[in-house]
């Protein structure tokens, strides 16, 4: 059971305590200000909403709680995890980010973790340096990121998969999905999911990886041909 304040996390009964520093850099690279272009990308929900599969924020929040569950973002979590733990293996960091690669769907699925995972490596250079590769998927990037930051796993994932939940719900509102205060409401119903996905991502392996959301795949292939379209993905 993990329990989290602004610098103390409780973990198994555990108290470790997050340095101001890495609260810092966590807050900076998963901000929706942070330039990584997250807000051009809608993860296939533009053609959920076109063809009628999401019309409301009851359908919105079951989508999102499946994604977590077996789609994309869990493979992202637990790609994640594996880049935290290898943060200091080039190697291992190189295959993990093949296996991201080969992980994406459809053209902008790999569009959409490969052009986030370079524009967030260019910004996080102003903590890093040159140390960090410029091609890797998003997820190996942010948790390769963080594992080098000194950010604890737990709040790490905790961070991006709340960021994933915030731009979907960023796009709703673009596509009148949602308003603002339904958006908020759906943030809150949904903090239990993210931080069931969180904690269950701490502690998987490589083997963990894999879905079943065939719907939202399905809708990430189909965006290809959407128009008109406010979205990449």
Same mark, same amino acid.
């Not at 966590?26 to 990308?41: D, E, I, M, N, R």
């Not at 994604?67 to 960091?93: H, K, M």
């Not at 569009?111 to 903590?127: L, N, V, Y």
């Not at 931080?195 to 990430?220: N, Q, R, V």
């Given at each position: #059971?993990?329990?989290?304040?602004?610098? /103390?996390?409780?973990?198994?009964?555990?108290?470790?305590? #997050?340095?101001?520093?890495?609260?810092?850099?966590?807050?900076?690279?998963?901000?929706? /200000?942070?330039?990584?272009?997250?807000?051009?990308?809608?993860?296939?929900?533009?053609?959920?909403?076109? @063809?009628? /599969?999401?019309?409301?924020?009851?359908?919105?929040?079951?989508?999102?709680?499946?994604?977590?569950?077996?789609?994309?973002?869990?493979?992202?979590?637990?790609?994640?995890?594996?880049?935290?733990?290898?943060?200091? @293996?080039?190697?291992?960091?190189? @295959?993990?980010?093949?296996?991201?690669?080969?992980?994406?769907?459809?053209?902008?699925?790999?569009?959409?973790?490969?052009?986030?995972?370079? !524009?967030?490596?260019?910004?996080?250079?102003?903590?890093?340096?040159?140390?960090?590769?410029?091609?890797?998927?998003?997820?190996?990037?942010?948790?390769?990121?963080?594992?080098? &930051?000194?950010?604890?796993?737990? @709040?790490?994932?905790?961070?991006?998969?709340?960021?994933?939940?915030?731009?979907?719900?960023? !796009?709703?509102?673009?596509?009148?999905?949602?308003?603002?205060? &339904?958006?908020?409401?759906?943030?809150?119903?949904?903090?239990?999911? /993210?931080?069931?996905?969180?904690?269950?991502?701490? &502690?998987?392996?490589?083997?963990?990886?894999?879905?079943?959301?065939? #719907?939202?795949?399905?809708?990430? #292939?189909?965006?290809?041909?959407?128009?008109?379209?406010?979205?990449?993905?």
């Amino acid at each position: #059971m993990r329990t989290t304040t602004a610098k /103390v996390t409780i973990i198994m009964g555990i108290i470790t305590t #997050m340095t101001d520093p890495a609260l810092l850099r966590l807050l900076a690279w998963l901000s929706p /200000v942070f330039p990584t272009g997250g807000f051009a990308y809608s993860a296939g929900l533009e053609r959920a909403v076109a @063809d009628g /599969v999401v019309r409301d924020t009851a359908g919105l929040k079951d989508w999102l709680e499946t994604l977590l569950v077996y789609g994309s973002p869990w493979n992202d979590a637990v790609l994640f995890a594996e880049s935290w733990r290898a943060a200091n @293996d080039a190697d291992a960091i190189a @295959d993990l980010a093949s296996l991201g690669e080969a992980l994406a769907g459809s053209a902008e699925r790999h569009r959409e973790t490969m052009d986030q995972g370079r !524009a967030f490596i260019a910004a996080a250079r102003h903590w890093f340096g040159e140390d960090l590769p410029s091609a890797l998927p998003l997820p190996v990037a942010v948790g390769r990121a963080c594992g080098l &930051g000194g950010i604890a796993l737990e @709040d790490g994932l905790a961070a991006y998969l709340h960021a994933f939940i915030s731009a979907q719900l960023q !796009a709703a509102i673009r596509l009148s999905v949602a308003g603002q205060d &339904g958006a908020a409401r759906l943030l809150a119903a949904l903090e239990p999911a /993210v931080g069931a996905a969180a904690d269950k991502a701490a &502690g998987s392996t490589i083997d963990d990886l894999g879905g079943y959301a065939y #719907m939202a795949e399905i809708a990430a #292939m189909r965006h290809e041909t959407l128009q008109p379209r406010l979205f990449l993905s």
